[in-house]
């Protein structure tokens, strides 16, 4: 009979331990994304440990106006098989009761999570692309845009509050940020972020196609020569035309799911995804 494992809540330093998990299962985070992930709620981070030793990690992360999303589940590969993620799952979970829950699956576990209570709705794609070309000279840094213009973008593009990780995202070191404005109000914004690998475009929010297109040009114009990553939302056709306009490769592919319902967000406006484990 083996022994049952010990689960707790993450400090700081264990968000690095479930980062470099996601980085062996080659999901390539960000160098700076334990720091803004933990600000996003640091009691929505979860560890299995046995003998002392981790065995499995899980974030359930909650955010104002009752929405939360499960990310970073991942059971060291030497201890799958024994139980203990259905383990890290029940203990996780209940912190998120009353909340829509989203999260984005791989597409193997579809199933699992469709028993587990979650629907699918859409697929989300990520894409390869090379980075170099002119910036745009209609955009603006993001820092010079008032954070509170910010967040009131980015909640039409999620479907809850999450000033304190967007403050976090913004500032993180190596990011770098651009906006384009309509007079005083924000038509779009993104973010370029160093990673493991290259880097990543997310949030890429932009009020329709054209803007979308500056931002990007702005974002990749950043890291000449470096490999980017973007991922993209299947129902926004848009974003579908962008990557395939600049002859991005497509190299992964995720399903997001909900239980609870969908929530209200628009999805034109999203050209890239902020995060695959924080939503």
Sequence with gaps: MRDAPTMRTMTRQDVDLAIRLAAREGWNPGLSDADCFYAADPGGFF?????????????????????GFVGLYIVAPEERGKGYGLELWRHALPRLDGCTIGLD???AQEATYRKAGFEPVYRSMRHEGVGGGARPDDVVALE??????????????FPGGREAF??????????????????ERLAGF?????????????P?????????????????????GQRYYLDIVEPN????????????????TTVR???????DMDLGKIFGVTSFELG
């Design 144 to 157: 010079t845009v008032p954070f509170a213009e910010i967040a009131r973008y980015d909640r039409s593009c």
């Design 204 to 224: 890429l929010f932009a009020d329709d196609a054209g803007v979308a297109e500056t931002l990007f040009l702005a974002l990749t114009a950043a890291i000449p």
């Design 105 to 107: 699956a791989v597409v």
């Design 47 to 67: 560890i299995a440990e046995l003998g002392g030793q981790p065995v499995g990690t899980i974030s359930a992360v909650r955010y104002e106006g009752g929405f």
């Design 237 to 252: 056709a848009a974003a579908r035309e962008l990557v395939g306009r600049h002859g991005l490769a497509e190299v992964f």
């Design 190 to 202: 993104g973010v370029i972020r160093p990673c493991a690998k290259g880097y990543k475009i997310g």
């Design 257 to 263: 799911m909900y239980a609870g319902g969908e929530p």
């Design 166 to 183: 967007m403050q976090a995202w913004i500032d993180a070191p190596g990011a770098t940020g651009c906006a384009v404005m309509d007079g």
